[in-house]
């Protein structure tokens, strides 16, 4: 089986995880659910680049997470918070048969806008988000989560 590898690189929290892709982006989906945010877009990738320009691509799919309260928190703080809501989370098939998992990091993004109130509140969205990540990369098939 493969290992699920689980990083945080600057630009996100992200995880490789073994099994179909269907299957990991509903996990996706159900553990966002778990920690308040609902999928506000779902963008394929894989068939916009067919339709537009002919192309094949690897399954790649863009979810808008929204967490109405973290959102409606960070509005109030600040109005122009809006132009990073809502967070992304990509679900795309690697080369070698695995699924790559990744959120946005709310505190490489929001928090660094400056204020105070947002800096918490996206180090509380990050805590979800990185939960949501890591629930999905142990439940795959026969993972351990590490580097």
Known sequence: MS??????????????VAGPF???RSRIVEALKVE???????IDIQGTLKKKLDVDFRRYTILGACNPPFAHRALLADLDVGL???CNVIVYDQDDGRVHVAAVD???????HGSVELQAIARDVHDRLARVVASVAGAGAGASTGP
């Open 3 to 16: 290992k699920t590898e689980v990083t945080m690189p600057s630009s996100g929290i992200h995880a490789v």
């Open 84 to 86: 990073m809501l809502p």
């Open 106 to 112: 709310p505190v490489a993004t929001i928090a660094a």
């Open 36 to 42: 308040g945010f609902g999928v506000l877009t779902e």
């Open 22 to 24: 269907d299957v990991v």
